[in-house]
């Protein structure tokens, strides 16, 4: 089969390392990104390390339809996997649509001048991906991803109803900077300084940043503070868990990450405002990831592991249950395996099977879905074999 690959940032490096693994399904690929160079380089390492999988590169400014249809009419691909930034999720969807291409991507649009991500943009395609008999999926990375196939997974194999889901995103790794982010900095900023906010009896909750700080001891890491973000799955999921009653996300942050965070805020430097600067427009978040670590390099000094998972609480045959699914990922071991961390390796590892599960007809189906409406048990078990094993708790403490 034959994947066009947009971007070659971290999550794409490690998708497309996955995808060279897999050349029995990805017998051929394209990395396609803005900068060509640094598709030139992944393929001449894939080519140098060894790999079944004919790959091709091409530049692409995936912001422009027309040239993303060239692109994709040129290369013939089966799908088209989007793991650019989530301001190009429409214009690829345009494309696909224009070249009756599968897509499949791992976050939510999001225009570039409002820091608001929602769903409802992409899922207005799915009447036109339903009448040309095309699978988008949406949101196959970790969180969103596999928190999704988790919940199906939890919803199919052990409740009735699922009352309360609370998704917990734990990264005990250290990179050694001071300051730095796991991803790409602008997407990651812009999410973290958003207000918190989370799913109850039917209703939107609004927190003030980080308002919400809970202590959980994580299997593997150890004690972590973590804070309550709003996150896309989160709004899928109060739609397609039905009788769910309360869905929250925490993520783990470090103190000299919040303080950083706390001051660069205090003086403007998160703003995506564009501003004045010696004649031209610069928009403060977008030098500031100029300034920043490239998180593609932090893998060689990354220690430590990541926990992320799902507490449900809810019913099965009139009973009450707690059930604990999560994934334990060792930075060194990802760098040992693909040359990338644990956090580009969560995302990375999901995409590459979302879409081998779409092109082998398992996940097919016309329309646009998020990955809790396919049948989670086949993602499972290629979790299992591509790396990111799960584990169970059916004993979890809960978060207060
Ligand atoms: N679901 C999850 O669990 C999860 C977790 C982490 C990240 N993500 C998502 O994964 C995606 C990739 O993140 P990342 O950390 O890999 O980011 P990244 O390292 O910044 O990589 C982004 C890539 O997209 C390319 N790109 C940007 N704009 C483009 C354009 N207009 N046309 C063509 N290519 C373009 C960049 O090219 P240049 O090299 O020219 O900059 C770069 O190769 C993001 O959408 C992020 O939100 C999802």
Redesign the pocket.
């Known amino acids: 089969m034959r994947a066009l690959i ?7 490096s490690v998708a497309i390392r996955k995808c060279c693994q897999n050349s029995e399904v990805f017998s051929e690929i394209m990395i ?4 060509k160079s ?1 598709c030139d380089a992944l393929k001449s390492r894939l080519e140098e390390i060894g790999t079944a999988t004919k790959i091709a590169t091409a530049e ?4 422009d339809v027309s040239q993303l249809v060239a692109l994709i009419n040129e290369y013939n691909p089966q799908i088209v996997i989007n ?6 999720d429409l214009t690829i969807m345009d494309a696909c649509l224009a070249t009756g291409k599968h897509y499949l ?3 939510n649009y999001e225009p570039l001048d409002t820091a608001k991500f929602e769903y409802k943009w992409q899922w207005a395609y799915n009447e036109r991906f339903a009448k040309a008999g095309l699978t988008a999926i949406l ?7 596999v928190t999704g196939v988790f919940s199906a997974y939890a919803l199919k194999h052990h409740f009735d109803e699922i009352h309360y889901i609370d998704i917990l995103d734990a990264n005990g790794g250290d990179h050694g900077y001071p300051f730095a982010t796991n ?2 900095p602008e ?1 990651n900023i812009r999410e973290v300084t958003a207000n918190g906010r989370y799913w109850q009896n039917g209703n939107w909750i609004e927190t003030k940043p980080m308002e919400i700080k809970r202590e959980y001891d994580f299997a593997q890491i150890g004690k972590k503070d973590m804070y309550l973000l709003y996150h896309e799955e989160l709004e899928s999921l109060a739609i397609n868990i039905p009788g769910i009653k309360r869905i929250r996300f925490f993520m783990t942050f470090g103190q000299s990450y919040l303080t950083h965070l706390q001051c660069l805020q205090n003086v403007g430097m998160t703003a995506i405002e564009p501003i004045d600067f010696e004649g031209q427009k610069i928009v403060p978040l977008q030098f500031l990831k100029a300034v920043l670590p ?3 390099t932090l893998g060689p000094r990354t220690v430590g592991k990541t926990n992320i998972g799902c507490i449900f609480s809810g019913v099965k045959n009139g009973n009450p249950v707690n059930y604990y699914l999560y994934n334990v990922c060792d930075h060194q071991d990802c760098y040992k395996e693909v040359e990338s961390q644990a ?2 390796y ?2 990375g590892v ?1 995409a590459m099977i979302g879409a081998m599960l779409l092109l082998n007809g398992t996940w097919q189906k016309p329309g646009v879905f998020n990955v809790e409406q396919f049948d989670p048990d086949p993602f499972m078990t290629a979790l299992n074999k591509w790396g990111l094993p799960w584990h169970e708790n059916f004993n979890p403490i809960l978060v207060e």
């Open positions: 947009i971007g070659c940032g971290g999550v794409a396609a990104s803005r900068t640094k692409v400014n995936a912001d793991l650019a930034l989530p301001y190009q991507d791992t976050a949101g196959c990375g970790f969180d969103p991803g991803f790409n997407i490239d998180p593609a956090i580009s969560t995302t999901p």
